[in-house]
């Protein structure tokens, strides 16, 4: 026992037991991201979430089960036609045929924009705007990097669908081996 009523055992490796506060921030903004942790910090701890969505999943993804209580149930995937890249935007997965991958939010909300018209060629500010939503302020390297992520995925789950450049213009989807594509 220190001198001031603390254990010297536990002191420093567990966290304490009271309460603390913590700032959430939403806003898809990333100027508007920096000026509130100018403004909050040393506040209390700031978590800075692009929306709501993001905010539910976060909040979520590791929420212990009380007392083993049984979640919502969760849909069945349904069964992907052959040849087809299927957007299950509930579970925020791509599946293509038997095989089955974890989008994040942006992925998924990029990836429906483009299957919602497959042939279309997307600037990277109309695509900045409908993943990011908000105008775009340098937006062509987030779009960028947020396709290359998703280029892996796509060729990780076999499918022959990719997001191909085109020159001077922007995005589109592509399929080398001519699938259909669909959203659920």
């Given amino acids: 026992m220190t001198t001031d009523g603390t254990n010297a055992a536990n002191s420093g490796t567990e966290p304490p037991e009271r309460p603390f506060s913590l700032v959430i921030g939403v806003t898809s903004s990333p100027a508007e991201r920096v000026r509130l942790t100018e403004l909050l910090d040393g506040v209390a701890p ?26 919502p149930p969760v849909p069945e995937p349904k069964p992907a036609p052959d040849g087809a890249l299927v957007i299950d935007a509930a579970r925020s997965t ?10 994040t939010r942006l992925e998924r909300d990029l990836l429906t924009c483009l299957t919602a018209e497959p042939v279309r ?18 937006g062509r390297a987030d779009v960028q990097s947020l396709v290359k992520r998703l280029r892996r995925k796509l060729d990780e789950l076999g499918t ?10 922007g995005l589109r989807l592509t399929d080398h081996r001519h699938p259909r594509v669909r959203g659920d």
């Fill in 160 to 169: 022959g669908v990719t997001i191909a450049a085109v020159r001077g213009v």
């Fill in 46 to 71: 700031l978590l800075m979430v692009a929306d709501l969505d993001e905010l539910r999943e976060l909040i979520t993804a590791d929420a212990p089960d009380p007392a083993g209580a049984p979640g």
């Fill in 121 to 138: 060629v997307w600037s990277y500010a109309e695509l900045h705007r409908a993943v990011w939503r908000d105008a775009p302020t340098h």
């Fill in 94 to 103: 791509a599946r293509w045929g038997d095989r089955e991958t974890a989008l």
